[in-house]
C-alpha cells in the first residue's frame, strides 16, 4: 500500500461524506458521480479492470444521467409556486398504450 | 434530534461488526482463483480472459438471473410509467454544438462498444461494459433529440429487451436434452455460444438501461410541464 | 497492510457513512445517494477481503460485475417510483418519516 492508495481512500470516503452532508442536492449529486470516478479508480488499484470499466461507463455516467434527471424534475415542479403544494394529476394519465 | 442519535448508534454498530468481521478474518483453506480455473479449464471454455469465463461458464446462472432481474425492473418500470408511448417522447436540446457532437462521437461510441464486446473473450471487457457504452449511446441520442425512425419501433424494443434472457436460455437447454447440466455448453462450441450469449446480452442490457431511463421522464404535454423545446426557442 | 486489506478498511467506513446517511436523510433522493454509497462500501469489502494477500481473483470481481448492474437496475427504478410518489403527493419524502 503506497501514498497513492491513502490519498485515494481517504478522498473516497471525504466524496462520500460530502455526497451525504451536502445542503444543496446538486452538489450533493456531483459530489456522487466524483465518488463514482474514483471507485473506478479503486478498482484499478484493486487489479479489476473490468469492474473499473463498468464502474466508470454505469456508475459515473449512468447512474449520474439518471441521478440529475431527477433532480431537474422535482426542481421543475418546485419552481412556480415555491412550495410542495398538492397538484392536481393531468388528465392525459393511462394514455400509453402504443408500447 | 433523536434521529441522529439512532442514526449515529446504527451505523456505529454495523461499522464495529464489519471492522471485527475484517480483524478476525479466517485464513482461507482453499484457494478460490484455482479452484475456479480449475473448473473452467481456459483451453476448453473457448474463453481466455477469466473474468468472462466466469461470468458465462462457471456461475451462468448468475448472470442469467442477472439478466432476469433487469427485465423484472423494466417491467416493472413499464408499468409505472406515465402515459408516453415509445419514440415520441424526446428532450431535444435544441443545441447545434451538441447535435455536430453527436454525430461525430456516434460511430466512434458504437466501435468502443463492439470492440468491448469482442475483447471480452481474451482482455477485460465484456457484455456489461459494452451494454453500458451502448446505453450511454442512446442517452446522448435522447438528449440531442436524434431519431433512429424504423428502429425505434415498440414491437423492436419489446424483443431486444428480451433478446438476452431468450439466447440465454435457449442456449442453455439443448444440454439438457443431450444428458449434462442446464447451461453446460460442448466444449468445441463454447467459445461461440459465448460470443452470441454476450451479444445478445449487450442489446439487452443496454435497452434495458435505456428503458428505465427513458420512462423516467416526464409527459411533455402535461400542463406543470411546458415542452422544453418550445421554452428553450422562446 | 495489503493494498486490498486497506481498500476493505474503506469499504467499511463506508458502509457506516452510507447507513448513517440512510437513517439521517428524510428526502428519498438522499437515501437513494446513501444507499448506493453503502452498496460500493460492501462492493469494496467483498472483493477486498477476498484477494488480501491471494492476487486478483475472478469469482468475487464477477460477483461485483453483476452487483454494479442490478445496482444501477434498482437505483433507476428507484428513481422511476420517486418520480410517481412525487407526481401523485407532490413530496419528495415518505408520509412515515416523522
Not at chain 1, 431537474?72 to 392525459?92: C, S, V
Not at chain 3, 493494498?3 to 437513494?32: E, Q
Not at chain 3, 477481503?49 to 492476487?55: E, I, K, T
Amino acid at each position: 500500500m503506497g501514498w497513492l492508495d491513502l490519498l485515494l481512500g481517504l478522498t473516497l470516503v471525504t466524496t462520500a461524506g460530502l455526497a451525504l452532508a451536502s445542503r444543496d442536492l446538486f452538489r450533493a449529486v456531483v459530489m456522487f458521480i466524483v465518488f463514482g470516478l474514483l471507485m473506478a479508480l479503486v478498482w484499478v488499484r484493486l487489479q479489476a479492470p473490468d469492474i473499473a470499466l463498468a464502474e466508470a461507463a454505469i456508475g459515473a455516467g449512468l447512474t449520474g444521467v439518471l441521478l440529475l434527471d431527477t433532480l431537474g424534475y422535482l426542481k421543475r415542479r418546485f419552481e412556480p409556486t415555491g412550495t410542495n403544494e398538492r397538484r392536481p394529476t393531468p388528465t392525459t394519465e393511462g394514455r400509453g398504450d402504443a408500447r | 434530534m433523536s434521529r441522529v442519535i439512532v442514526a449515529a448508534i446504527a451505523s456505529l454498530i454495523i461499522t464495529i461488526a464489519l471492522a471485527l468481521a475484517v480483524l478476525e478474518r479466517p485464513t482461507p483453506t482453499l484457494s478460490l482463483p484455482n479452484l475456479a480455473s480449475t473448473a473452467i479449464t481456459p483451453g476448453e471454455a473457448g474463453v481466455l480472459h477469466p473474468i468472462t469465463a466466469v461470468l458465462l461458464e462457471f456461475r451462468s446462472i448468475d448472470t442469467l438471473l442477472e439478466i432476469a432481474v433487469l427485465l423484472v425492473a423494466v417491467v416493472v418500470a413499464l408499468a409505472l410509467r406515465e402515459a408516453q408511448p415509445d419514440g415520441a417522447d424526446r428532450m431535444g436540446l435544441d443545441n447545434p454544438l451538441l447535435h455536430a457532437v453527436v454525430k461525430l462521437l456516434l460511430p466512434l461510441m458504437l466501435l468502443v462498444a463492439a470492440y468491448l464486446l469482442w475483447a471480452g473473450s481474451t482482455r477485460p471487457g465484456g457484455a456489461f461494459q459494452a451494454g453500458a457504452v451502448l446505453a450511454g449511446c442512446g442517452v446522448l441520442l435522447r438528449l440531442a433529440g436524434t431519431s433512429l425512425h424504423g428502429l425505434e419501433r415498440p414491437r423492436w424494443l419489446q424483443g431486444g429487451r428480451v433478446l438476452g434472457l431468450l439466447v440465454f436460455v435457449s442456449v442453455g437447454i439443448p444440454p439438457m436434452l443431450a444428458g449434462r447440466a442446464f447451461l453446460d455448453y460442448p466444449a468445441d462450441l463454447a467459445g461461440g455460444l459465448i460470443l452470441l450469449i454476450e451479444a445478445a446480452l449487450t442489446l439487452s442490457i443496454a435497452l434495458a438501461l435505456l428503458s428505465l431511463f427513458r420512462l423516467a421522464p416526464p409527459q411533455s404535454d402535461s400542463p406543470a410541464f411546458p415542452d422544453r423545446r418550445k421554452r428553450r426557442r422562446a | 497492510m495489503s493494498t486490498d486489506l486497506f481498500f476493505a478498511w474503506i469499504g467499511v467506513a463506508l458502509c457506516g457513512l452510507g447507513l448513517f446517511g440512510f437513517i439521517v436523510h428524510h428526502h428519498l433522493m438522499r437515501r437513494l445517494l446513501a444507499f448506493n454509497i453503502m452498496g460500493s462500501g460492501s462492493f469494496l469489502l467483498l472483493v477486498g477481503l477476498a484477494q488480501d494477500g491471494r492476487g486478483p481473483d475472478p469469482v468475487p470481481q464477477a460477483l461485483v460485475l453483476t452487483g454494479i448492474v442490478i445496482a444501477v437496475a434498482s437505483t433507476a427504478l428507484a428513481l422511476v417510483v420517486l418520480r410517481r410518489w412525487y407526481r401523485v403527493s407532490g413530496e419528495s419524502s415518505l408520509p412515515e418519516d416523522v
